[in-house]
């Protein structure tokens, strides 16, 4: 049971998939039967992935609910599934996610009900195989399999630009992920593994890429960049992010909720579990370019959110900003950076979620998402702009909200580190960041929320029912739950978090580089 | 000296098996009984010429598992003009395949244009006889005459709708281009003869193990080198590598659909089989550069580089501009052309018999995979273009997503295997190509691949975007799905997910066994 | 000496050269067949007295005048039966090679290549029962 548990959390959503499908062809079948049918086993979907913190004991510090058979024989790729401190949450947002955008969609999704909620399905099963994944190549499968759900919802579900945002979407996607496939199949010709574990043991054991390479980085530097590309896209980091306001502008709202609250982890996600721990030295070369673009990203992601006329887009443009805060934590390669940095997918993934949720409803009541339509909403729809104030304060990072926690983790680390020198300048201008982002969000809340009910139109709306009250509670209860006691999160993921630390951080590498060298005098706190 | 004299020298002893060709004899014998019941059959009965064709093929399958399981007798006849691997097996499997798919689709169609069904499926058995025989052939000789047997009988095909003007154009220009290949590759095996006469007065030779004995000890090496030439242009042609492949989208958006289907899969396959076994085993890969052998050695594998890399850019980028669906399709077949070469050259840059089997049996694979997924998308095609071949342009397909949702999720499933997207079939065959040309150390070659496969995506996706995203404004009625095809579909998009998730036991059988060594005598 | 250059056999040493040198009696024969027509319509030019007139000038010397354009278009019946003859006759010719070699005393092999000729016959057969019961043969 425990070795199958995985597989059976990857099987339920298509489980699901077949039923409804088979559903189709029942003479009783009504239209509004699907929901239904996708919500109940989204939930226990979610029900079951809950059974994955039974282990907490362990605290997560290695692979649990390893189920590890061979797949093909030929090339030896094997069918290698398990969980640990980073990727558990991760999932668990995922199945938490899922239900909920799956609520989201029950009046909005008026077409097509029987493809939508199969391709949701999909998509929640290739998500969580993505995350449980710890062979390269199911690792890709399920990468570009959670593609084309993806694709298809914005495309047949999408806004007025759907076409023109799926395909950006899908061939930024694609091309990054491809170049990762053959960064993959470079690993299996060194290693005749894509076992990500064997790969590493194999690392650990001096057989490193530079050392059957000779002493050649550059073959290793490539590498790392075929595989930090088809992430950088994913996350998206500056200058990738082009695909990412029209794909999150463009998709229903469910749509939104996983490409902002999941898909975009996968990207930081597999940065921390491949980039780090398989190409070490480079990525301690590589983190100073790294850490300017995630910078970059944060003040250009929010100076451009607060000229954003559309409330979607200026959402979806403060995740390219949020989305930098996680990859600077991350390749500050301290404790706390990294921490704050999976923390900071957690929060990302609970409040952007949250907002675009919120964003759903109003334009489902308005059918317009221009922050000019709007004004004065505190006045006709109390209950709504409540949850809106406390989601946008989470995205804010007000502290015992679980934003805060996040960015100040990030932030600690970033000026600790030691991997760059000026390491305070870094933390003042990632500190711009989220003065900036209360800027562009209280100024948002400002014009739509609180200021005089200018428009005839926004005094009739009807406020939140008890299924959008409903699907926005757990949201809420998380964003206070982490914002106050985040210790829980952190201590499961503290174990993993530290192994992929100590591995960036104590790999020797061609002998050139070390840590110490940076900073000879510098003081560590972490150590 | 007297001829008889002359007779007593040579050795005229026939070396038969007629068992090592069984699968070759059935499919023939099958292809003249279903011509005898298409003349002696009353009208009405012809209808079972499709079924009889059926019964042959499966019967060769069978014969051919057989040979592939519990074979024990010796591996090669008639003087090594046939020989018995798995390079054989594997393509004789994907020609069997591919023509009984086509006789399935093309059942119900065949009728429904007015077409002459009995000379349809014979031509369609001599056909894949024809490509078996290519698979089979240890001798440059047979390997011409099974190509010549596929050709005649697929120009024939290509104009089966005498009264349509774009079938005979697509017939003609497929002719003409036809036989001008024709003539480089028997240009090309006369001149290789010549030169592989040696000093010893041994006459030239045609066997391809034989010839690369004789490398080196050739009277004329120039003549080998331009030999070699004449037939890697022959071969192009066939398998329509740029820029050999001017003649391919010309002939396959004119030609019958379900022909499109078969020219696509089918010829393809068995002019890589043949193409394959001439270069990798008649100019094998040799340490000493120096030597002729390694000279020739050298030539054809750049060249061959050159051409796959060519070959998929110009198909990829071909296929971008395309209005109507089996043009595109046709772009898309050299496209995949060029990446089964990509496998090729992995096959023919090492001399390490593991590696050179792995290579072998991706190219095999790769076209197996190609055969399904393109058999499958072309017998949607087929439904939706309606009699006539009316509707294939992309504008046909507007918004029928939700119209006929069976098939346009069917051929969604096929668009995205032949992007080759994990989980399905052309994801399984890429990773095995490339993978046999990153061991040979093709780093750069794989990476223009993968940077090819992502230009692919483009066109692949347009047609499901058109099917999904946009909606319909002129009326649609859903074509009526006839049993054969929906077996085709059922069989293919099967396949799909079979090869694409659990291809171990295909990829065990195409790989040659160790004690084997391939058409060595 | 001439079956040697001819078929090449192994056991002749190396008193011609290879297939190149081989060739050497086609290329005689070649020049031969080029003088042969050129030579008698050259001496003729020389020899015979020229006087033109109007019977001289015509196409054939007896017969009917041709009248008709010479685009002249044939049934296709014509272009058939050619085919259907060219096809027999040229496997005809597999009759002599096999001919030639069914002698010998191993008897294995000369019933089997009876058999072969049989079978090889039958497939003729088959395709003359087809070519007829397709119309190909009829006239009218």
């Not at chain 1, 409903?470 to 192994?499: H, K, N, Q, W």
């Not at chain 2, 023939?28 to 009405?44: E, H, K, L, N, S």
């Not at chain 2, 071969?235 to 958006?253: L, R, S």
């Not at chain 2, 070469?341 to 694979?365: M, R, W, Y």
Request: one cysteine or more.
């Amino acid at each position: 049971m425990q070795q199958y548990l995985l597989t059976i959390l990857i099987l339920t959503p298509v489980a699901g998939m077949l039923a409804l499908v088979g559903h189709s062809f029942a003479p009783y079948k009504r239209e509004t039967h699907y929901r239904w049918i996708t919500l109940g086993f989204s939930v226990i979907t979610f029900a079951v992935s809950l059974l994955l913190l039974q282990a907490a004991h362990t605290n997560f510090s290695s692979f649990q609910f390893e189920q590890n058979v061979s797949w093909i024989n030929a090339i030896s790729a094997r069918y290698h599934l398990g969980v640990d401190g980073l990727s558990l949450w991760l999932v668990l947002l995922t199945t938490l996610l899922v239900p909920i955008s799956i609520l989201s969609s029950w009046t909005s999704i008026d077409k097509r009900e029987l493809s939508f909620y199969a391709f949701m399905l999909i998509l929640e099963s290739a998500m969580i195989g993505v995350f449980v994944s710890l062979d390269l190549l199911i690792f890709y499968l399920f990468f570009e399999a959670s593609l084309v759900p993806m694709f298809f919802l914005i495309g047949i579900w999408g806004g007025e630009r759907r076409i023109y945002a799926a395909v950006k979407f899908f061939i930024y996607t694609a091309v990054g992920s491809l170049l990762m496939l053959a960064g993959i199949i470079v690993l299996y010709v060194f290693y005749q593994t894509f076992d990500y574990t064997v790969i590493l043991g194999a690392m650990r054991s001096g057989q490193t890429i530079s050392a059957l390479t000779k002493g050649n980085q550059t073959l290793e530097f490539w590498l790392f960049l075929a595989f930090a590309f088809a992430f950088f896209i994913k996350v998206p980091l500056w200058p990738f992010h082009t695909w990412l306001p029209d794909a999150h502008t463009e998709a229903p709202t469910a749509g939104s909720v996983i490409l902002a609250g999941i898909l975009l982890k996968m990207g930081t996600y597999g940065l921390m579990r491949f980039n780090l721990t398989l190409f070490p030295s480079i990525s301690r070369i590589m983190a100073p370019y790294i850490i300017i673009l995630a910078i970059i990203g944060i003040i250009y992601g929010a100076l451009v959110a607060m000229v954003q006329p559309d409330v979607k887009r200026l959402v979806a443009y403060s995740s390219v900003s949020h989305m930098g805060f996680v990859v600077l934590g991350m390749f500050s390669f301290t404790e706390w950076g990294m921490q704050g940095s999976l923390y900071q997918m957690l929060n990302h993934g609970v409040s952007t979620g949250a907002l675009f949720l919120i964003v759903g409803m109003i334009y489902e009541r308005r059918h317009t998402r221009e922050i000019s339509e709007f004004g004065g909403l505190s006045m006709s729809m109390p209950v709504f702009s409540t949850f809106f104030v406390i989601a946008s304060l989470s995205s804010i990072g007000l502290p015992f909200l679980n934003g805060f926690i996040g960015e100040f983790l990030i932030m600690l680390g970033t000026w600790m580190t030691e991997i760059i020198r000026y390491a305070w300048i870094a933390t003042m201008l990632a500190g711009t960041g989220v003065i900036l982002s209360a800027v562009y969000l209280l100024w948002m809340l400002q014009r739509v929320v609180f200021g005089p009910l200018k428009n005839e139109k926004n005094a009739r709306l009807t406020d939140l029912n008890y299924r959008e009250i409903g699907l926005l509670i757990p949201l809420l209860i998380l964003m206070l739950l982490m914002g106050v006691y985040p210790r829980p999160f952190l201590d499961l993921s503290r174990a993993s978090v530290e192994t992929v630390r100590s591995r960036v951080l104590h790999t020797e590498s061609g002998g050139s580089y070390t840590v110490e060298r940076l900073n000879p005098q510098g003081v560590s706190p972490n150590r | 000296m007297n001829l008889s004299l002359a007779l007593q020298i040579q050795n005229v002893s026939p070396d038969v098996n007629l068992l090592l060709i069984l699968p070759e004899l059935i499919v023939c014998t099958a292809g003249v009984i279903v011509m005898m019941v298409d003349a002696f059959a009353r009208p009405r009965q012809r209808w079972m010429t499709g079924g009889l064709a059926l019964v042959g093929l499966v019967a060769a399958m069978a014969a051919s598992f057989w040979m592939w399981s519990g074979w024990a007798g010796p591996r090669e006849a008639f003087h090594g003009m046939i020989v018995l691997d798995e390079l054989r097996l594997g393509f004789t499997f994907i020609a069997l395949l591919v023509s009984a798919l086509t006789v399935l689709v093309s059942m119900v169609w065949v009728e429904g244009e007015n077409l002459p069904a009995g000379e349809f499926h014979s031509l369609l058995l001599f056909a894949t006889s024809g490509m078996m025989l290519m698979a089979s052939g240890g001798d440059l000789v047979i390997i011409f005459l099974g190509l010549e047997i596929l050709s005649i009988a697929t120009y024939v095909m290509a104009g089966f709708r005498r009264t349509d003007l774009r079938s005979n154009e697509s017939s003609l220009k497929y002719f003409i281009l036809g036989s001008f290949s024709s003539a480089f590759l028997l240009y090309g095996i006369a001149l290789v003869y010549g030169a592989t006469a040696t000093r010893t007065g041994l006459a030239g030779t045609t066997n391809i193990a034989e010839i690369a004995n004789r490398l080196d000890v050739s009277l004329y090496p120039p003549l080998l080198f331009a030999g070699a030439a004449m037939m890697l242009v022959g071969f192009g042609f066939k398998i329509a590598t740029a820029p050999f492949h001017v003649w391919t989208p010309d002939v396959y958006e004119g030609a019958p659909t379900p022909v499109t289907a078969f020219m696509a899969a089918g010829p393809k396959a068995a002019g890589f089989a043949s193409f394959l076994r001439v270069f990798v085993f008649g100019f094998p890969f040799v340490a000493t550069v120096a030597s002729v052998q390694g000279q020739i050695h050298a030539a054809w594998l750049g060249a061959l580089v050159v051409l796959a890399i060519i070959t998929m850019t110009i198909g990829n980028v071909g296929a971008i501009v395309q209005n109507n669906v089996k043009r595109m399709l046709a772009y898309s077949s050299i496209a995949h052309a060029g990446y089964a070469l990509v496998g090729f050259v992995a096959a023919g840059a090492t001399g390490d018999p593991v590696f050179k089997s792995e290579a072998l049996s991706s190219v095999a694979f790769y076209m197996l995979t190609y055969a399904v997924m393109n058999l499958g998308a072309f017998a949607v095609v087929t439904l939706i273009a309606r009699s006539g071949d009316r509707r294939t342009d992309f504008e046909d397909y507007n918004g029928i997503g939700f119209q006929s949702p069976g098939l346009a999720f069917t051929l969604s499933l096929f668009m995205l295997s032949l992007l080759g997207l994990p989980l399905t079939a052309g994801f399984m065959g890429k990773i095995m190509v490339f993978r046999a040309a990153l061991n040979a150390g093709y780093y750069s070659l794989v990476v223009i691949a993968v940077l090819n496969t992502a230009i692919s995506a483009y066109y692949y996706l347009r047609l499901i975007i058109v099917m999904f995203f946009r909606e319909r404004t002129t009326s649609w009625s859903a074509p009526r799905v006839p049993a054969s095809v929906i077996v085709v579909l059922i069989i293919t998009v099967l396949g799909v997910f079979y090869l694409g998730l659990f291809p171990n036991r295909v990829l065990d059988a195409f790989k040659t066994r160790p004690p084997a060594v391939m058409a060595t005598r | 000496m001439l079956s040697a250059i001819l078929l090449q056999t192994t056991n002749v040493p190396k008193t011609v050269g290879g297939p190149i040198t081989a060739y050497w009696p086609v290329m005689i024969f070649f020049v031969f067949a080029v003088i042969f027509p050129v030579l008698p319509i050259v001496l003729g030019r020389f020899l015979r007295p020229s006087i033109y007139g109007k019977g001289k000038m015509r196409p054939y010397e007896c017969g009917i005048d041709p009248v008709t354009e010479a685009h002249d278009r044939f049934t296709v019946r014509y272009y058939i039966v050619a085919m259907l003859f060219l096809i027999f006759d040229v496997e005809t010719i597999f009759l002599l090679p096999w001919a030639v070699i069914y002698m010998g005393n191993d008897f294995s092999f000369t019933k089997f290549a009876l058999l072969e000729m049989f079978i090889f016959i039958g497939i003729l057969i088959v395709g003359y029962y087809y070519a007829w019961r397709k119309g190909a043969l009829e006239w009218a």
